[in-house]
């Protein structure tokens, strides 16, 4: 599968809501993650199975969505949110597909 | 909860394979299935491989297929990934991760292609 995400770049300032697209060019059900990534860090789970938040994830942070159209919201935004966040989408038992990212930055 | 340790940065020739272990501790060895995902410099994140440490069975994305081999070693905890015919374009931060949903990430390793 294919995962496209959009926009590639989100420019926002703290406090607005933030709606990231990722969309897959076939079914994969509610199989469906959302990752953070810093600069120099490994990424973090956010979001799994499309809609359940990680553990000790705020609940700023929400997924949505099934089939082919999944959205993560961050409902306020925080400083420390502007990173890289990626889709994972799982199909096919264990085959995994990442999509290429949405960027985060300070208008 | 499970914490991951990868081996060393590693710096390779052209042609030549490299070998990059995870050890595995915190919780039970075959209570989460181990993935390999790398990441180019300024790039995004590229999932190569899943291994399931109980049964040992693995899956390998298409562009690996042939040229990546996963490993376990039940007594030391521990699951390697080994690629060959390594290119310059294999230049990456390679990562294992537990969890089915990815959840716990390793420090990732560095491998460096370069003649």
């Known amino acids: 599968i294919v995962l496209t995400q959009s926009p590639a770049t989100l420019s926002l300032s703290p406090g607005e809501r933030a709606t990231l697209s990722c969309r897959a060019s076939?079914?994969?059900?509610?199989?469906l993650a959302w990752y953070q990534q810093k600069s120099g860090q490994a990424p973090r789970l956010l979001i799994f199975?499309?809609?359940n938040r990680a553990i000790g994830i705020p609940a700023r942070f929400s997924g949505s969505g099934s089939g082919t159209d999944f959205t993560l919201t961050i409902s306020t935004l925080e400083p420390d949110d502007f990173a890289v966040y990626y889709c994972?989408?799982?199909?096919?038992?264990?085959?995994?597909?990442f999509g290429p990212g949405t960027k985060v930055g300070l208008k | 909860q499970v914490q991951l340790a990868q081996s060393g940065a590693e710096v390779r020739k052209p042609g030549a394979s490299v070998k990059v272990s995870c050890k595995v501790s915190?919780?039970?060895?075959?209570?989460?299935?181990i993935n390999w995902v790398r990441q180019a410099t300024g790039q995004g994140l590229e999932w190569m491989a899943w291994?399931?440490?109980?049964?040992?069975?693995?899956g390998f994305a298409q562009a690996f297929l042939g040229r990546l081999t996963v490993t376990r070693n039940i007594s030391t905890t521990t699951v390697s990934m080994e690629l060959s015919g390594l290119k310059s374009d294999d230049t990456a931060v390679y990562y294992c991760?537990?969890?089915?949903?990815?959840?716990?990430w390793g420090q990732g390793t560095v491998v460096t292609v370069s003649s």
């Open positions: 991760v537990g969890g089915a949903d990815l959840n716990y």
């Open positions: 915190g919780n039970s060895f075959t209570s989460y299935e």
């Open positions: 291994m399931n440490p109980k049964t040992g069975n693995t």
């Open positions: 076939q079914n994969i059900r509610n199989y």
């Open positions: 199975d499309a809609s």
């Open positions: 994972l989408g799982r199909h096919n038992g264990h085959q995994i597909t």
